[in-house]
C-alpha cells in the first residue's frame, strides 16, 4: 500500500497561482502514475493531471491543459501540482492519488483549494 500526503491548498485570488505538493510513502515501488484529482461541492471528482512514474509522461484534462503544470521528483517520492491563473471554477478539494496493479486505488485526505473573484 501507498501513503499519500498533500500540501500547499490555500486560498488565492483569481489570476493567482499556488503550487501543490504531494509525498508517496510506503510501497512507492508499485506506483506506476501519480495523479491529481479534485472534486467540487456537489461534484464529482474529476480528473486534473497525471504523470507517469518512470519517463515523467504528463497527461491533462481540458479543462487545466495550459494552466496546470504536473510535475514529479522522484528521489523524494514528491509529486506537484504548479495551478496557474486560477479560475473560481478551480475551487475544490484536490486529491493526490498512486495507481498501482491498474487502478488509483491510493489517495490522499485533499487540500483544499479555494479561487476568489
Known amino acids: 500500500q501507498v501513503q499519500l500526503l498533500e500540501s500547499g491548498g490555500g486560498l488565492v485570488q483569481a489570476g493567482g497561482s499556488l503550487r501543490l505538493s504531494c509525498v508517496a510513502s510506503?510501497?512507492?515501488?508499485?506506483?506506476?502514475?501519480m495523479a491529481w484529482f479534485r472534486q467540487a461541492p456537489g461534484k464529482e471528482r474529476e480528473f486534473v493531471a497525471s504523470i507517469t512514474w518512470n519517463g515523467g509522461r504528463a497527461n491533462y484534462a481540458d479543462s487545466t491543459r495550459g494552466r496546470f503544470t504536473v510535475s514529479r521528483e522522484n528521489a523524494k517520492n514528491m509529486v506537484y501540482l504548479q495551478m496557474n491563473n486560477l479560475k473560481p471554477e478551480d475551487t475544490a478539494v484536490y486529491y493526490c492519488a498512486a495507481r498501482t496493479l491498474g487502478s488509483y486505488n491510493n489517495w490522499g485526505q485533499g487540500t483544499q483549494v479555494t479561487v476568489f473573484s
Open positions: 510506503g510501497r512507492t515501488r508499485s506506483v506506476s502514475v
